[in-house]
Every structure is written in C-alpha cells, then in structure tokens.
C-alpha cells in the first residue's frame, strides 16, 4: 500500500524557517515526480513546488519562488521542502504527493489533477 507521510510543520515567526519531509512507502518513488501543495482555511489547494526524478528539474509557485527549495533523497525514498523567509500567508496545511504517471516521466504538473496519491499534510503556521 502506497502511503506519503509529512512531518516537519510547526508554529514559526515571520521570516523563520522549516523544513517538511515526505517519508516514500509501499513503492519505490526514486523515478517518479513528486510535489508540495498548501491548502490555507478557506482557500483551494494550491502547487508549490515539484521536482522530478532525474536532473532533477525543480518547479515552484511564483509566491515560494526565491524562498523554498524542493528536493530529494531517493536513497532514502524522501520529498523535502525547504522553507525560508517564512511570511503569515504561508500559513497552511501542507501535502505531499506523488505524480499519476508513475515512474519514469518527465513532466511535474502543478494541477491537483496530476498526482494520485497524496499524504494527509502538516500543519505550518507562521505568527507575524
């Protein structure tokens, strides 16, 4: 069974840092595209970040751009993503996931529609 699990998230002041895990099970992930989304109270879930199995190719939301990094240890079957300059509006849950296509494409969507399986998120609150 598939299984992503987050951990990482936390209470931070504005401009801290921190930095999400998605531990990988039931699959070997090290050849497929994998993603960060956020879904704030009241909003839609949104991508932030994708990265994808070889390169890697890094892709980011324009509002994270500059401030997270997305990587991976495929050792280790591991997503992180790295957050600096954390401001209020990040304030969100975050979740992991892991692209529809399988192994071995090169594409990272930024669509919801994109990834199939997903983890059930980490809470990231930023006090300003």
């Known amino acids: 069974q598939v299984q992503l699990v987050e951990s990482g998230g936390g209470l931070v002041q504005a401009g801290g840092s921190l930095r999400l895990s998605c531990a990988a099970s039931?699959?070997?992930?090290?050849?497929?595209?994998m993603g960060w989304f956020r879904q704030a109270p009241g909003k839609e879930r949104e991508f932030v970040a994708a990265i994808t199995w070889s390169g890697p190719s890094t892709y980011y939301a324009d509002s994270v751009k500059g401030r997270f990094t997305i990587s991976r240890d495929n050792a280790k079957n591991t997503v992180y993503l790295q957050m600096n300059s954390l401001k209020p509006e990040d304030t969100a849950v975050y979740y992991c996931?892991?692209?529809?296509?399988?192994?071995?494409?090169?594409?990272?969507?930024?669509?919801?529609?994109?990834?199939?399986?997903w983890g059930q998120g980490t809470q990231v609150t930023v006090s300003s």
């Open positions: 039931g699959r070997t992930f090290s050849t497929w595209t």
């Open positions: 996931a892991a692209d529809r296509r399988g192994g071995g494409s090169w594409y990272a969507g930024k669509m919801i529609s994109d990834y199939a399986y």
